[in-house]
């Protein structure tokens, strides 16, 4: 009988800008990092990202990951 022990467990992503500000599917960003300018943060079959209004290029919210805060190097505009 197998109970699962080995089983992936989804975590719920919480992202948060610079600021603490929590972040949210479809909210506008100016990137701190990529040279990427204004970026909207989307859901894709890669997970979350950020697309850049300017070029298009999209980076992963993985790579935007301040290492001594663990908030992304993302300032949310309102």
Do not use: H
Not at 6 to 18: G, H
Not at 26 to 37: A, F, M, N, P, T
């Amino acid at each position: 009988m197998m109970f699962n022990l080995f089983k992936k467990k989804k975590r719920k992503i919480q992202l948060k800008d610079l600021n603490g500000n929590p972040l949210n599917v479809g909210d506008k960003v100016e990137s701190l990092r990529y040279e990427l300018g204004i970026c909207t943060l989307i859901e894709s079959e890669n997970g979350f990202e950020y697309q850049s209004e300017s070029t298009g290029q999209k980076v992963s919210y993985a790579k935007m990951i301040d290492a001594a805060t663990t908030f992304q190097k993302v300032k949310k505009l309102d």
